[in-house]
């Protein structure tokens, strides 16, 4: 049977985490750390333990907002932002989810936008996701001042090549 550590490494495919030697550059770069209960390097550290559920069950996977100003920081090129897409993934398959029930929901409907067009339609996403969390008026005035200032803009193109998002989607198995 595989350890976690081997798992998280095969899921990454690419540098393997215990390459990290603990400089916390990663961390000292983070703009999410501050509100993570383990920062992004204590988690490689936890999943070395196989310290599975804890990792697995953390908000901090869902606090990561995927900026990758780790990986840029990184003097060993590991993919942090990588890491903890596949630990939101596993949480997910593992029936786990997110500590913050909407975290998820936002998540689900960003997906499923991508899935639809192959990129974000912000007003299509915006929908969705009120849809799905039920908080269906909050920031409302403040989408009404960004698409009056042309921030949000109703129509985005689809990406053309829409076989590639559906093999990746394929491949990559449910949101
Ligand atoms: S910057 Fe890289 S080597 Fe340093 S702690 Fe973070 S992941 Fe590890
Ligand atoms: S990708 Fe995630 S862990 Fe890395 S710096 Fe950005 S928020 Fe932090």
């Not at 495919?13 to 916390?24: D, S």
């Not at 039920?134 to 920031?139: E, V």
């Given at each position: 049977?595989?350890?976690?550590?081997?798992?998280?490494?095969?899921?990454?495919?690419?540098?393997?985490?215990?390459?990290?030697?603990?400089?916390?550059?990663c961390?000292?770069?983070c703009?999410?750390?501050?509100?993570?209960?383990?920062?992004p390097?204590?988690?490689?550290?936890?999943?070395?333990?196989?310290?599975?559920?804890?990792?697995?069950?953390?908000?901090?996977?869902?606090?990561?907002?995927?900026?990758?100003t780790c990986i840029?920081r990184c003097?060993?090129?590991?993919?942090i932002?990588?890491?903890?897409?596949?630990?939101?993934?596993?949480?997910?398959?593992?029936?786990?989810?997110?500590?913050?029930?909407?975290?998820?929901?936002?998540?689900?409907?960003?997906?499923?936008?991508?899935?639809?067009?192959?990129?974000?339609?912000?007003?299509?996403?915006?929908?969705?996701?009120?849809?799905?969390?039920?908080?269906?008026?909050?920031?409302?005035?403040?989408?009404?001042?960004?698409?009056?200032?042309?921030?949000?803009?109703?129509?985005?193109?689809?990406?053309?090549?829409?076989?590639?998002?559906?093999?990746?989607?394929?491949?990559?198995?449910?949101?």
């Amino acid at each position: 049977m595989k350890t976690f550590l081997e798992e998280v490494n095969e899921q990454i495919n690419g540098v393997p985490i215990q390459r990290c030697y603990h400089c916390r550059k990663c961390t000292a770069g983070c703009p999410m750390a501050v509100a993570m209960e383990h920062n992004p390097n204590r988690i490689i550290k936890m999943i070395q333990m196989g310290r599975r559920e804890e990792v697995l069950a953390s908000a901090t996977i869902w606090l990561c907002v995927s900026c990758e100003t780790c990986i840029t920081r990184c003097p060993n090129e590991v993919d942090i932002a990588r890491m903890m897409d596949v630990l939101r993934q596993m949480a997910i398959e593992k029936g786990i989810g997110a500590k913050e029930k909407n975290v998820l929901r936002f998540h689900e409907a960003f997906l499923a936008n991508i899935r639809m067009g192959g990129r974000i339609n912000e007003p299509a996403l915006m929908v969705h996701y009120k849809l799905k969390s039920g908080d269906l008026f909050s920031d409302m005035v403040m989408g009404i001042d960004m698409f009056r200032k042309g921030k949000l803009s109703l129509i985005s193109p689809r990406t053309k090549d829409m076989q590639s998002v559906r093999r990746i989607f394929e491949k990559t198995g449910p949101v």
